[in-house]
């Protein structure tokens, strides 16, 4: 059995993974918020650092997993807090748990294999794909062109993009020089990329994926959510139920945590529709936890 963590910039994630047969015995997922104050302080909160050791706990009581054995990586919010040593040792010392930083290169790379595997799994082709991986503290874009790949992180989360903004009408114009960024990458690399399919992971895609399914956060079905397709005005018909929705109904819809900043999401989310020039993307469940788990099951046979 092969343990991997993945602590994100508002998630952490834990999966039990068969190695073997590729599959999963297991998982747990929590809302942490290690991104919240971030961009003010530049620094990762005591409270949020307290909320991912009472997430670990939880996390092992509920999958009764050994911390030490845990293959663990950490993300955008930890490359970019100034006390990031600090706070890993922290994690160390109260948790057993050796998180390793790993860069934007290596985030999109590990995203894609998991998410190769699970376009094989549920069938579609997976030679020619547009993957977006919307994180709390950053989103990968990576271009599959069967075995040639090519990737870039943006600095553009779900969480910094709410705080950058005082209001909707902020965000926005931010998001408007964000796009023009994303729009030269895609350039450069001189392309046609219209016959790619739009592929699109992480909890803004899979929550919006689950509501038009009838899911809300108690009956999530990662099963049911996989392979699910979103065009772009389901995402537009959800943002607008979502603004009619009371406190206590964003609650039981997105669960804990997500629902301050599921409005930013959707902005990135429809962002990249019109980069990309897509009507349709096709969401997962699978990303970087999945991907780790992989590619420890590959150095292992």
């Known amino acids: 059995m092969i343990v991997t963590i993945d602590l994100g910039s508002n998630s952490f994630r834990v999966l039990l993974y068969d190695g073997v047969n590729h599959k999963i015995i297991d998982e747990y997922q929590e809302v942490v918020g290690m991104a919240d104050g971030l961009e003010k302080t530049k620094k990762i909160s005591p409270e949020a650092q307290n909320r991912v050791v009472q997430a670990v706990k939880r996390s092992i009581e509920r999958l009764n997993y050994n911390p030490s054995d845990a293959i663990c990586v950490t993300t955008a919010a930890m490359r970019k807090a100034k006390n990031s040593n600090e706070v890993l040792k922290k994690f160390k010392d109260e948790c057993d748990l050796n998180f390793r930083i790993i860069d934007g290169i290596e985030e999109a790379k590990l ?28 989103t990968e874009l990576i271009i599959n062109n069967d075995n040639i790949n090519h990737s ?11 705080q950058k903004s005082s209001n909707t009408e902020e965000l926005l114009k931010f998001l408007e020089l ?10 450069s690399l ?10 699109a992971t992480a909890g803004t895609p899979t929550t919006v994926a689950a509501v038009k399914l009838g899911l809300d956060f108690a009956s999530y ?3 049911l959510v996989n392979g699910t397709t979103l065009t772009l005005k389901e995402l537009d018909s959800f943002l607008k139920l979502f ?4 406190e206590k109904e964003i609650l039981e819809l997105v669960g804990t945590g997500r629902g301050d900043y599921i409005e930013s999401g959707v902005f990135i989310y429809r962002a990249f529709y019109e980069i990309l020039n897509k009507n349709i993307s096709i969401v997962f469940d699978d990303g970087l936890r999945e991907g780790v788990a992989i590619n420890e099951a590959i150095k292992l046979s």
């Open 111 to 138: 995203t894609l294999l998991a998410i190769k595997y699970a376009l094989k799994r549920e069938k579609v082709n997976s030679k020619k794909f547009l993957l977006i991986d919307i994180g709390g503290g950053s």
């Open 152 to 162: 870039k992180s943006f600095d553009l989360g779900i969480i910094t993009l709410a």
């Open 178 to 187: 964000k796009k023009e960024e994303i729009k030269e990458f895609i350039l």
């Open 190 to 199: 001189d392309m046609d990329l219209s016959d790619f399919q739009f592929v």
């Open 221 to 223: 079905d990662r099963a």
């Open 243 to 246: 603004r009619s929705l009371n």
